[in-house]
């Protein structure tokens, strides 16, 4: 039961411009939200996070959006650049309940 | 450098051999994880330790053995797996259990088995 899913297995953007990636979750119990990022041979690193109590969530170039009603979160990359190309991990959690995680978006920034 | 070391980094085993794949983190945390990566799925959790006891086991096969001797090491014993078990295995820490703990990652250990 994939609990959390990101249906675009890669994505393509030109630098400088937005990346918007995209993740849904089906257990309305989830109530924390990560992004991790990974590079080739190595492990995810978290990103950023937001509670369910926040529709917004800001570090520099990186903007997570929450929307509970549509169980739907977004990454937004402002503007965009060569070495964010990674693969971008959604995960979700419910207190005291481990994360369940996505399959993945390759964003690949194109100089 | 995440503070979370795997090794090996890369292994070939054959489906009656038994290797250990080896995690250590040097961040204090008192929880650690063992994930299984496969190609465009999910990172699956397989085990969960806190304070070096399992809190959690994700109806993982048995051919799968966990060990966690001291909160900064954690094994996984493999014996007699099968080719579907090749995968990319991550290893994780975290302050704590729970999904409010950032987890920080190991680099994996790419397992092929034949």
């Known amino acids: 039961d994939q609990q959390v899913k990101q249906n675009s297995p890669s994505l393509s953007v030109q630098e400088g411009r937005i990346s918007i990636l995209n993740c849904d979750y089906t257990?309305?119990?989830?109530?924390?939200f990560l992004w991790y990022k990974k590079y080739p041979a190595e492990g995810p690193t978290f990103l950023i996070s937001i509670s369910s109590i926040k529709d917004k969530n800001e570090d520099g170039r990186f903007t997570v959006f929450l929307n509970k009603s549509a169980k739907h979160l977004s990454l937004h990359i402002v503007p965009s650049q060569p070495g964010d190309s990674a693969v971008y991990f959604c995960a979700a959690s419910k207190f005291n309940n481990d994360m369940r995680f996505g399959a993945g978006t390759r964003l690949t920034v194109k100089p | 450098e995440t503070g979370v070391t795997q090794t090996p980094r890369h292994l070939v085993m054959g489906m009656t051999n038994k290797k250990s794949l080896k995690c250590e983190q040097h961040l204090g945390h008192n929880a650690m994880y063992w994930y299984k990566q496969s190609a465009k799925k999910p990172l699956e959790l397989m085990f969960v330790?806190?304070?070096?006891?399992?809190?959690e086991n994700n109806s993982v096969p048995s051919r799968f053995s966990p060990e966690c001797p001291n909160s900064s090491h954690l094994f996984l014993h493999l014996h007699t797996l099968q080719p579907e078990d090749s995968a990319l295995y991550l290893c994780?820490?975290?302050?704590?259990?729970?999904?409010?703990?950032?987890?920080?990652f190991g680099p994996g250990t790419r397992l092929t088995v034949t």
């Open positions: 330790y806190s304070l070096e006891e399992r809190v």
């Open positions: 994780a820490s975290s302050q704590g259990t729970g999904g409010r703990h950032e987890q920080y």
């Open positions: 257990n309305s119990m989830f109530d924390y």
